[in-house]
Structure formats: C-alpha cells, structure tokens
C-alpha cells in the first residue's frame, strides 16, 4: 500500500512539474519494480542543447554547486513621445498591451514582466528569455503601445542563473 501511494504521489509530483523552459538542474524519477531511480540532467548536457539553439552561456562551480549563467534581455518601457491619446484610445491600447504581454510568456519570450510602482519615465520592465538582442528587440516593438508611440523600449543583456527565483 505505501508504495501504490508513493507512486500516485511521484505520478502527481511529475505531471505537475512540466515546464516550457528547462532548468540548471533537473531531476528525472523512474520507478522500477518498487525501487525509485533518480537521474540528474547535468547542467553541461542543458548548457551544451542551450548553446547549440544560440543561447550565450557560462557555467561556474562554487563550492558544491555549479551555476549555469544565462543572457537574458531586460527590456525598459519607458514613456513614449506620442500620450496625446484620449483615455478611451489609451484603454484599448493598455488591453491589447497585455494581451501582447501574455502572448509573450505564454509562448516562452518572457520571464519576467511588471509595471513600476511610480508614475516616472520607466512604466515597466520585460525580460526577454531570447537567443539574440535582436530578436528581443523584435518582439518588444511588435507591443501596440510601442507601436503607437506611447511606450518606448531600451535594451540591455543581463546575465542570471538559469532557474533563478526572485525571493
């Protein structure tokens, strides 16, 4: 009986753990005739298939734990040139701004997305989980509010390890 409860519990566990992106390390759980089997994913194999899709990478060791750095691209939206819009249009605008947004992590080009908590010049920041600047640049012009000039973006690269939580 434990071991069917174990085993409904790591089914679970497992299919609930599926995600669009790898992490710096991953476990793989196999389950053999009641003995359970872990594998680790090396962090060299994830660095290695990141680098081969045009990812840029680095990997060091401190202490017992190595790191598997990542570029990143933080995208500033700043304010725009172009505010005049009436609040009906700046609505519309806002709606399909976050439809873009979504679209983006949904489809694995964002890690992390928020406006700022000030009415200043930058009104929100985009990191964009991209191989190249360019391509993130791409996909953060392609935003309605870019577009129709009310927000405009500054680029920059930005190195953090793959996995990493903000705490």
């Known amino acids: 009986m434990k071991h069917l ?20 390390s991953e476990e793989i ?6 003995t359970i089997v872990e594998k680790e994913v090396s962090t060299k ?7 081969k899709k045009g990812y840029q990478t680095f990997s060091y060791k ?4 190595t790191y598997l750095m990542q570029q990143y691209y933080m995208v500033f939206l700043k304010s725009g040139p172009t505010r005049s819009q009436d609040s009906t249009e700046a609505a ?11 679209r983006m992590a949904t489809e694995g080009f964002t890690s992390l997305t928020g406006p700022m908590g000030d009415d ?34 500054e680029i920059h690269p930005w190195w953090a390890a793959k996995g990493g939580k903000l705490k």
Do not use: W, Y
Not at 62 to 65: A, K, L, R, V
């Open 120 to 153: 200043g010049d930058l009104r929100g920041i985009v990191v964009f989980n991209t191989a190249t600047q360019a391509e993130a640049d791409s996909l953060a012009n392609l935003d309605p509010m870019v577009k129709a000039g009310r927000l405009k973006v």
């Open 92 to 102: 519309e605008l806002q709606k399909k701004h976050m439809a873009h947004l979504e």
């Open 45 to 51: 194999s994830i660095e290695e298939d990141l680098q």
């Open 29 to 34: 759980v196999e389950v053999k005739e009641d």
């Open 5 to 24: 409860i174990l085993l409904a519990f790591l089914t679970l566990f497992i299919s609930c753990d599926q995600s669009s992106k790898e992490e710096a």
């Open 62 to 65: 401190e202490g017992d734990t």
